[in-house]
């Protein structure tokens, strides 16, 4: 049944088969015995496509209630025993939302079920969650750059991310405070350069979205280096936080633009496309998505 649905899904045996770890003839093979079982055919087969037969909609339609349906009972049998066990292989990217959020999430997580093992890779470069042998990737993209090279992932969004424009107090005491977004030419700005265009921040009068091109002497590729920075007095940083959360920052920064600074980016979590979710995957997202919609409540 899982077979028949992913070929469905895919639109071929072959593309079938490449989710399910199985060859094109193999993933033929499953859904001929079904057909020869039930003694009718559930597939039209051409050389361009492949469609249901009246009789194949209504057996897919049953297919997927059932495993629907056992996969609930898996579940339900599994936190019956109230514990994970196992190995959550997890990617994060080095900022902010990782080190202030996702961590202390985990850590959180971890107490509840130390059966489990979370092994934990933190690097700024994205993965291909599949062929690095991740269960999960937590990091923050934009949606046109989730949709780009994700194609063996399936991917959902978990928080909204905003941009705080701020400095430190000493900072300001320093140099004259910025009226307008366009006056933060004048100063020195720190840059972080993980992200494409890191010199130039987006701002909103209301009716337009507008560029302002900025450069400083610090330029980092970790958001903690530019935090840091920012409470040193180096500069102007522009900080990448979850929606409505400034964790910290009020301590010694003082935020510019709130209104005004635009971010199209959010945090997103990535796993390996499956007809059915890992436990320990579902049961972590299930955590962290609980404890992200508290922190921004």
């Not at 939302?97 to 470069?125: G, I, N, S, Y």
């Not at 840059?191 to 507008?210: A, C, E, I, N």
């Not at 920012?230 to 102007?236: E, H, K, Q």
């Amino acid at each position: 049944m899982e077979v028949l649905v992913r070929v469905v899904e895919k639109g071929s045996f072959s593309a079938a088969g490449q989710a399910l770890n199985l060859t094109a003839s193999a993933v033929s093979k499953h859904v001929s015995r079904i057909e020869k079982e039930l003694g009718v055919s559930l597939l039209n087969r051409s050389t361009h496509e492949l469609s249901l037969t009246e009789a194949g909609k209504i057996y897919h339609e049953h297919c997927i209630k059932i495993l629907r349906d056992v996969e609930l009972a898996r579940n339900a049998a599994r936190e019956a025993s109230a514990a994970l066990g196992g190995t959550l292989k997890l990617h994060l990217t080095p900022g902010l939302t990782a080190r202030q959020f996702v961590l202390p999430a985990l850590r959180r997580f971890l107490a509840k079920h130390p059966d489990l093992t979370v092994d934990v890779t933190m690097t700024l470069e994205s993965v291909d969650v599949v062929e690095g042998g991740f269960d999960l990737a937590i990091r923050s993209d934009t949606s046109k750059g989730m949709g780009h090279g994700n194609g063996s992932a399936e991917y959902r969004e978990i928080a909204r991310c905003s941009y705080l424009i701020c400095a430190s107090k000493d900072y300001f005491q320093r140099h004259p405070k910025p009226k307008q977004p366009g006056d933060l030419v004048r100063h020195d700005c720190l840059l972080f350069v993980g992200q494409p265009s890191f010199d130039r921040w987006w701002f909103t009068d209301g009716r337009r979205k507008y560029g302002v091109p900025v450069k400083g002497h610090f330029r980092a590729n970790d958001w903690m280096a530019i935090y840091k920075a920012a409470l040193a007095g180096l500069g102007i940083a522009r900080m990448q936080v979850l929606q409505g959360r400034s964790p910290n920052l009020a301590r010694g920064l003082e935020v510019i633009f709130e209104k005004e600074a635009v971010c199209d980016r959010a945090i997103w979590a990535l796993y390996p496309r499956a007809l059915n979710l890992p436990i320990k995957v579902s049961a972590f997202l299930d955590h962290l998505s609980g404890e992200l919609a508290k922190d921004n409540g």
